[in-house]
């Protein structure tokens, strides 16, 4: 690690001083742009955050948001809303770096008072076909569904897509919802200057060292080998007792302000909890509980080790805090104090080195949790001293922001390749990028904790939320609120890639798509926005567009992003990243009885706001799968302006009486949407009077296929609002028929579910 000349310079003439060693690493790790966000910081305020159901906002480790009682207005009753992303450590070690993202999403939920109740994850890797992306696809999944089942927290939703562009840098996004009552709201502020902190959970080693600066780095071409050492390694066994524990820690009002151990470890979490209250901190490193012997100051303070948590507990807490700690048989130790001065932490050699030379620390560790630094040429330990005295508001917030440089992104031109129907149905259909993903989410436990209403490999989740005295319903009077929390998360690289401005605010679209497809309507959301190296011109131009884009969006949707996160540097030897900004959005609906997706061979089908069908407007292919798989170039179609009246008339339309099945139309266009839903019953459609390729193929976003059993209603419904267009009807028989203008297509069920069937043949 090493701290750049210019920020030095900032940082002695603050300091009037040089920095020590420790401080200095601090600086590198909480200045970098992982933590400080120096290049995304000042694009960030184009999100509205607000709304009368936001809670707490942007800032903290999770986002808050109350949900709406069945008369509309805020309950008591609250979720939490968290998302991050873990993409340098899955491409250096694919089950751990995706194992720990899980930890530590969960981990900012926990550190809010709320229960962590539901994850998604989306997943972005180079193309399927590579042996080496199937090595860390399998990796990944099996990080992700190892610790998620074992800490007993359902993953039930995400999205995975395959792109040239992620050949030598993957992306894992993890989001995770909480739940909790307004009683137990915890943040990270500090509170109180005497008030003592206390660090709880599995002891410090050295695992993770620098893993902030290392995110805010490009790959390099040995990163698997050289930058192993910066990977965190999870112990999901100790997550759950970390659950359980801070489920009683925060039910007995014990815990004043939190903050988990992540990024930049100790170091981060306790300057970042003082500085956000105003105060400063007294810390004692040497009476942080270790695992390592001989560990440096500078290691203590940075390494980030897993399953741990920063309180702020009040002194006459502390002695129940540490019983409900040994109950659950995790290290505890009272490291400091928040006080009214500077962030300072002292460290003794002389009695480190003590504790590291005791007989049992041989065998258990150093006694007393106690360790050592390394002593050059056999001197005598050097006793106490002042490693770190800094102002922490300094620390944690006095980044300077990055000036950078943009080229805007510049628009394809029309460039359409000669395929024959069938071949493009088959090859989009086909494809891993629309293929089932049943082969990733039958590896997860997504109804452990008997939610989960509807599941993985629908539009979106649907949960049914539960009020109880007790967040996770396990103590108190439960009652049925009849409130279902819906979820949808990912993004689309493919349009971000083409158009990065109305690729993103197609992001937005389809994902309140999703969720009004369920009969939700969306409240929130928090996006985690990935890039390439911000100091090449081109790259933060697309950058700036993808932020743009989201953020008007979601404005015009009227959906507060309340958090987020933000990952830079996703470089390597293969080139930049597509511009990827990955959604969570959440939505509530009375009621957890969802509209199905498939056909009940019983109604009319209707697709609702695609202009092409109705004449009014020319397909545009650019973004889609299409032309990913064979070639070529195109106009990416921007979805309609006024998507907040097309989701809030689908989320009635969804529920409706008459309606048999609903689905989002996106990735894939209509062929995809059509032949995912036959199953049980199938269709027969007539798509004719156009191109037959951008009928079926184009990938405009705010689109929904309805079967329906009413379809003068649905036409009612969205008169004014979206183009409606009958295209034929259920049928009780298990097959797909399609009539173009350039022909007829027909499939079986099992001949769709063979061409959907890729991801399983080729990876069990």
Known sequence: MSLSDSDREIITAELGREPTRAEAALFENLWSEHCAYRSSRPLLGAFDSEGAQVVVGPGDDAAVVALPDPDGRNSETYITLGIESHNHPSYVDPYDGAATGIGGIVRDTLSMGAYPIALTDSLYFGGFDREHTRYLLEGVVEGIADYGNAIGVPTVGGNLAFHPGYEGNPLVNVACVGLLSEERLVTAKAQQAGNKLVLVGNATGRDGLGGASFASEDLAEDAETED?????????????????????????????SARDLGAAGLGGASSELVAKGGFGAEIDLNRVHQREPNMAPLEILLAESQERMCYEVRPENVKRVEAVAERFDLGCSVIGEVTEGNYVCEFDESEAQRASEAPSSVEHGPTDGRAAEPRDGGDEPRGRETVVDVPPDFLADGAPMNDLGHVEPSQPERDLPEVALEGAFEGVVGSPNTASKEWVYRQYDHEVGLRTATGPGDDAAVLAIREAGSADGSSGENRESGTGLAISAGAEPNWTAADPYEGARAVAVENATNLAA????PLAAVDCL????????EVYGGFRAVVSGLAD???????PVVGGNVSLYNDSATGPIPPTPTLAMVASREGYDAPPTGFSGEGALLVVGDPVLTGEADPELGGSELLARFGGSDRFPAPAENASEFVAALAVVADGEGTLAV???????????????????GTRVDLSGGPALGRL??????????????????RERF???????????SIPERSLTIGT????????AEEITELRGVLARELD
Do not use: W
Request: proline share 6%; aromatic share 2%; glycine share 14%.
């Open 228 to 256: 192993r050492p910066a990977v965190q390694v999870g112990d999901p066994y100790a997550e759950k007792l970390l659950i359980e524990a801070n489920e009683v820690l925060v039910g007995e009002g014990l815990i004043e």
């Open 518 to 521: 369920k009969g939700a309507t």
């Open 530 to 537: 990935n890039g390439g190296n911000p100091e090449k011109p």
């Open 553 to 559: 969006a979601c404005s015009a949707l009227s959906v």
């Open 663 to 681: 689905h989002d139309a996106s990735h894939g266009g209509l062929a995809v949407t059509l032949a995912e839903m036959v199953g049980t019953a």
């Open 697 to 714: 193929f184009n990938e405009r976003a705010g689109r929904v296929v309805i079967e329906t059993a009413d379809p003068e209603g649905v």
């Open 719 to 729: 008169d004014g609002v979206a183009p409606v267009a009958e295209i034929g009807e």
């Open 741 to 748: 203008d350039g022909g007829t297509l027909t499939y079986s």
